[in-house]
């Protein structure tokens, strides 16, 4: 019984740290003696420009602090997507003298980056996979989307109680705003079973050794044919989760056998 708590415990930690990622990923590249190494492919020149933009808004110690208008950022193809709450010309004016904007799409988003990390963090704080609630106890992983401006909490309706709640707008809106946070701009990717359903399917299966050539380990996949989630918390999706994710959680599994 000890044994079983304890991987419970590390399944969950595993699945925390791959699911809470965003859905914009760069790499700095450096050469043997530490100097960054600048690309000239279309994809390459909008990852290093999304690094030299979040690099003008870090400290001495670090630490980046996200102006108020910033949104966040993706990648399309090879084109660099930049989100910001209003479309004036003082932020792309902001904006021109940090980066090129030449090749970059600027579009105006609902919500601030900071809002998001914000309530993504409110969330995290909350989640507990031991809750006598079974809302709380059926989440497994919380991130932040940034193409679609939300914040993503996955759920497992394998309970009733809590499938039930899924199944009605009224009740799921209001289950978020009353346990989770009062944040609007919330997503619910529900799925029967969860990602353990997946880990037990994948434990064999799974070649750890592939390397995640797409870089989108932890990103909850959108099904394109859903409706607009310009309401997010009445909305239900089927959580795609990556392939990273089972292999690491496996791995955790082949480790405690």
């Known amino acids: 019984m000890k044994r079983t708590s304890k991987l ?9 740290c791959a699911v ?8 700095t590249v450096v050469d043997e003696n530490g100097d960054r190494v600048y690309s000239t492919t279309a994809e390459g020149i909008a990852n290093d420009t999304f690094v030299d933009l979040i690099e003008s808004w870090s400290d001495a110690d670090g630490n980046t602090i996200y102006p108020n208008y910033y949104a966040g950022a993706y990648f399309d193809g090879s084109e660099l997507i930049v989100l910001v709450t209003e479309l004036t010309d003082e932020v792309k004016a902001e904006l021109a003298s940090i980066i090129d904007l030449e090749g970059i ?32 106890a ?7 989307d940034q193409e679609q401006n939300v914040v993503h909490v996955d759920l497992n309706t394998e309970n009733p109680e809590v499938a039930a709640i899924v199944e009605d707008a009224e ?9 989770l ?19 037990e399917d994948a434990s064999e299966a799974v070649d750890t050794e592939t ?17 607009d989630v310009s309401n997010p918390t009445t909305g239900v999706a ?17 480790k405690r056998r």
């Open 211 to 227: 390397p995640d050539t797409d870089a989108n380990a932890g990103i909850m996949l959108i099904d394109d044919d859903l409706d």
């Open 171 to 179: 009740l799921l809106a209001a289950a978020v705003k009353e346990k």
């Open 105 to 136: 799409t600027i579009k105006e988003a609902t919500y601030s980056y900071n809002e998001l990390l914000a309530a993504n963090d409110e969330i995290v704080s909350k989640m507990n996979p031991n809750s006598d609630d079974p809302f709380i």
């Open 181 to 199: 946070t009062e944040f609007e701009g919330v997503y619910i990717d529900a799925t029967y079973g969860g990602i353990m359903a997946l880990v």
């Open 8 to 16: 419970s415990k590390t399944l969950f930690a595993v699945a925390l």
């Open 138 to 144: 059926a989440i497994y992983g919380v991130g932040i």
């Open 238 to 254: 089927l959580a795609l989760v990556p392939a990273a994710v089972a292999a690491a959680m496996a791995i955790v599994l082949k």
């Open 20 to 27: 809470m990622t965003t859905s914009c990923f760069a790499v």
